[in-house]
């Protein structure tokens, strides 16, 4: 099931996201310091590190979810598709229609399981009925969910289960064609059970989409993704190929780290 | 090191249930009295005239008190129509948009003042600024003095429900690219709504029983609100003005008005108890 990169696969690859000296400020402490990474296109970026590392801090950038508070600060580059997106000049709502998000906790918006997967669809295009209906099924199937929900459409999304919740929120963000996906521990508040399924769909993601995947399960890193950043007190501290930052770490605090020395 | 006497512990929780138990029976205590008598001596004036008829002279026997029903309904439903909007408005501002900033800040400050303004004072600030300036009390100003009481509950209310909205969610609504007032609407207000509308109806309960406002604003009338650029009749004023006299056939319908005023306050304070629990088991669970 793995397919692990290289290091060499890892600078050959284009990337989809490249950050250059991005420091983050939560009012004046500062977070993340000097992160440099190439995030490869169409591979899943798994981010892992202690809690309180700058993990989820980090990929909160890209999407510039942040700004919802106002004391947040982002320096620095991100270049998404040849853009920086931290440029004032970027269209936000355009951003966040190609860098889809997904959280820690299922965010089902309190209406119906069908109006959860129309919300973003009709936010962006201008689709008829058939249409719209079409591409929610289209969404749940890619989301694996379509055979747990399909007869019942029209209830509400809060009777779902936590893990069906997750993967509706992920169905949610695939229904909007992103192009890249960001999720923040999105298997933290589900049981082992829906945890596999979960990570069984980002591995088919993987064909499509570019995923970051912030966990503080190294597992989990270790399963589902092909290259694997170690982020420890703001700084990245190493990047390479998930094979072999778990198998020949080249740095002493990713080696304690995943040997279980500390966090 | 010893260890602590457990009959000591023992004693002190009994004696700490003796105190408390008698002061929370206390308040239902109060509460039933007032039951008691509003409906022992309030019943009894309560029949189909009451409802439909208009007062009549002292000494008559006979009449209702239709008009100042009909008044009462129709300057809550304005000060509704007028108190929530702005209300809601400033509870989205508060709680969205202004968070920390100044003007929030001063924002929060005044509603705290306005909500601990004796509505008196909130009666005759309309005076001044409606009745004097039209040359008459009217049911516009009475209603307007209820909307002004009406603001800070909605507003703190709005701005409380909101924040019970976990960030998370406001976070999807922006990460699938919704700009900030449609998240707003549609997703942070809807998992809201059933608290909202729980704000809205203790607003109403609360100033559906005001009288000090509408003495300097509506006045009474004896006729129907054909208009409400007129003074309207209305419940609270009624009673004050019915209790205060001399004949028993006004006291008791005084005693009726107050049933019928508390009735009404009991039932919209359920209703509002009934949405709050339908809320907690079906909107946004963690």
């Known amino acids: 099931m793995n397919r692990a990169g290289s290091a060499e696969e890892a600078r050959s690859l284009p990337s989809k996201v490249s950050v250059r000296n991005l420091n983050f400020y939560y009012g004046g402490q500062q977070a993340l310091f000097d992160n440099n990474i190439d995030i490869p296109e169409k591979r899943v970026t798994a981010i892992i590190g202690p809690s309180g590392c700058g993990k ?12 919802l508070y106002r004391t947040h600060r982002a320096e620095g580059q991100v270049v998404i598709d040849g853009k920086n997106i931290l440029l004032p000049s970027v269209d936000l709502i355009d951003l966040r229609k190609r860098v889809g998000m997904i959280f820690q906790r299922p965010t089902p918006f309190p209406m119906t399981i069908f109006d959860n997967i129309a919300y973003g669809l009709k936010l962006h295009y201008r689709v008829g009925r058939t249409e719209l209906s079409d591409r929610v099924e289209d969404a749940l199937k890619r989301g694996a969910l379509w055979d747990e929900v399909k007869d019942k459409l029209g209830e509400p999304a809060n009777a779902l289960s936590g893990g069906q919740q997750q993967r509706l929120c992920i169905a949610r963000a695939i229904a909007t064609e992103p192009e890249l ?23 088919t993601l993987r064909d499509n989409y570019t995923v970051v995947l912030v966990t503080h399960n190294m597992q989990q890193a270790a399963r589902v993704s092909d290259f694997t950043a170690f982020f420890y007190k703001g700084y990245i501290i190493e990047f390479g190929a998930t094979k072999q930052i778990f198998t020949n ?14 966090g | 090191m010893r260890l602590r006497s457990r009959t000591q512990r023992k004693v002190a929780d009994r004696a700490a249930r003796v105190v408390m138990v008698p002061a929370a029976l206390a308040g239902i205590a109060v ?79 005044t509603t705290n003042l306005l909500m601990g303004t004796p509505s008196i004072i909130v009666g005759i600030f309309v005076y001044a600024l409606i009745v004097l300036r039209t040359g008459h009390f009217s049911g516009w100003a009475g209603g307007v003095a209820l909307a002004i009481l009406m603001l800070p509950v909605v507003l703190r209310t709005t701005e409380d429900m909101l924040n019970l909205v976990p960030d998370e969610l406001r976070e999807s609504a922006l990460a699938l690219g919704a700009p900030r007032w449609r998240a707003t609407l549609t997703v942070v207000f809807r998992a809201a709504k059933t608290g909202l509308v729980t704000g809205i109806l203790l607003a109403v309960a609360r100033v559906s029983g005001e009288t000090a406002p509408l003495l300097f604003t509506a006045l009474n009338s004896f006729y129907w609100p054909e208009t409400i650029s007129e003074p309207t009749a209305n ?33 919209v304070t359920v209703l509002s108890r009934f949405t709050l629990r339908d809320r907690k088991s079906r909107t946004w669970s963690r």
């Open chain 1, 56 to 67: 989820s801090t980090h990929i909160r950038v890209y999407n510039r979810i942040y700004e």
């Open chain 1, 249 to 262: 770490p080249a740095e002493r605090e990713t080696e304690d780290y995943i040997t279980g020395r500390f």
């Open chain 2, 235 to 267: 419940l609270t004023v009624t009673i004050f003005n019915y209790a205060m006299s001399p004949y028993a056939d006004w006291q008791q319908k005084a005693w009726g008005a107050s049933l019928l005023i508390t009735v009404g306050i009991l039932i």
């Open chain 1, 181 to 203: 996906i960001l999720m923040d521990e999105p298997c933290s508040a589900i049981d082992p059970v829906a945890t596999a399924k979960i990570e069984d769909l980002i591995q």
């Open chain 2, 31 to 109: 509460l039933a009295w007032i039951l008691w008598e509003v409906i022992s001596r309030g019943a009894g004036a309560l029949n189909l005239d009451f409802f439909t008829q208009l007062p009549t002279p002292p000494g008559m026997e006979g009449g209702g008190l239709a008009n100042a029903i009909l008044g009462t309904l129709l300057m809550t439903v304005l000060a509704t129509v007028i108190g929530t909007p702005v209300g809601l408005m400033a509870g989205i501002y508060l709680a969205e948009f202004g968070t920390t900033s100044r003007l929030a800040t001063a924002v929060r400050f």
